[in-house]
Antibody, heavy 120, light 106 residues
Framework: QVQLQESGPGLVKPSQTLSLSCIVSGASISSGAYYWSWIRQHPGKGLEWIGYIYYSGSTYYNPSLKSRVSMSVDTSKKQFSLRLSSVTAADTAVYFC????????????WGQGTLVTVSS | SYELTQPLSVSVALGQTAKITCGGNNIGSKNMHWYQQKPGQAPVLVIYRDNNRPSGIPERFSGSNSGITATLTISRAQAGDEADYYCQVWDSNTGVFGGGTKLTVL
C-alpha cells in the first residue's frame, strides 16, 4: 500500500524558509514511472501545484513560485523535500506531497497534508 | 498560462445525475483528471486520462472530454458524494488545477 507522509514545522516566521519532507512507503521513489510532487491549498481555496522532482533529481517548478522554490530527493531515505524561501503570510496553506504518474501526469497518491502557518 | 474554469457550485437531488464541467482552450487535446476532496482530507483521484476510474472508485463516476469542455458525471448521486471536485491537466510541464466545484446533494 502506497503511503506518503509530510513532516516539518507548522509555524514559520516571515522572510524565513519553509522546509518540508515527504516520506514514501509502499512504492519505489527510484522508479522512473513517477514524479514526486508538492501541491498546496490556501485556507478555503483551491489547489495549487508547486512543482515536482524526478528520482534523478531533475525538477520543474510552477513559474509563479520558481524563484523561491527548491526540491531535493534522497532515494536512500525514500524521501523528497521542499524548500520555499522568503515566505510571507500568503504562503500559509496546507501543503500536500503527492505522486504523479509520468504517463498521464495525474496524482494517484497523496499525503494527508500539513498546515504551515507563516506568522511572527 | 493555461487556465481551467469550473462552476463554483453544482446541486443534485439524491439519486439523480450530477454533471460538473471544466473548460479550457482546446481541452480535448489534453488528458483530463478529476479529484474529489472532502473537508479536512486530501484529494482523491476519481477519474484519470479523461474516462478511467482508479481501483475502488464506483462505476457511478465517469468522465468525458472533447472540444473545449470536459465533464465529470456522477450517476445516482449519494450523500457521500458531497464534496469539492477539481479538474486537472498538464500543460507546458506545469500542473494546472481548476478552481474547484462544490457539489451539494439535496
Amino acid at each position: 500500500q502506497v503511503q506518503l507522509q509530510e513532516s516539518g514545522p507548522g509555524l514559520v516566521k516571515p522572510s524565513q524558509t519553509l522546509s518540508l519532507s515527504c516520506i514514501v512507503s509502499g512504492a519505489s521513489i527510484s522508479s522512473g514511472a513517477y514524479y514526486w510532487s508538492w501541491i498546496r491549498q490556501h485556507p478555503g481555496k483551491g489547489l495549487e501545484w508547486i512543482g515536482y522532482i524526478y528520482y534523478s533529481g531533475s525538477t520543474y517548478y510552477n513559474p509563479s513560485l520558481k524563484s523561491r522554490v527548491s526540491m531535493s530527493v534522497d532515494t536512500s531515505k525514500k524521501q523528497f523535500s521542499l524548500r520555499l524561501s522568503s515566505v510571507t503570510a500568503a504562503d500559509t496553506a496546507v501543503y500536500f506531497c503527492a505522486r504523479a504518474r509520468t504517463g498521464g501526469y495525474y496524482f494517484d497518491y497523496w499525503g494527508q497534508g500539513t498546515l504551515v502557518t507563516v506568522s511572527s | 498560462s493555461y487556465e481551467l474554469t469550473q462552476p463554483l457550485s453544482v446541486s443534485v437531488a439524491l439519486g439523480q445525475t450530477a454533471k460538473i464541467t471544466c473548460g479550457g482552450n482546446n481541452i480535448g487535446s489534453k488528458n483530463m483528471h478529476w479529484y474529489q476532496q472532502k473537508p479536512g482530507q486530501a484529494p482523491v483521484l476519481v477519474i484519470y486520462r479523461d474516462n478511467n476510474r482508479p481501483s475502488g472508485i464506483p462505476e457511478r463516476f465517469s468522465g468525458s472530454n472533447s472540444g473545449i469542455t470536459a465533464t465529470l458525471t456522477i450517476s445516482r448521486a449519494q450523500a457521500g458524494d458531497e464534496a469539492d471536485y477539481y479538474c486537472q491537466v498538464w500543460d507546458s510541464n506545469t500542473g494546472v488545477f481548476g478552481g474547484g466545484t462544490k457539489l451539494t446533494v439535496l
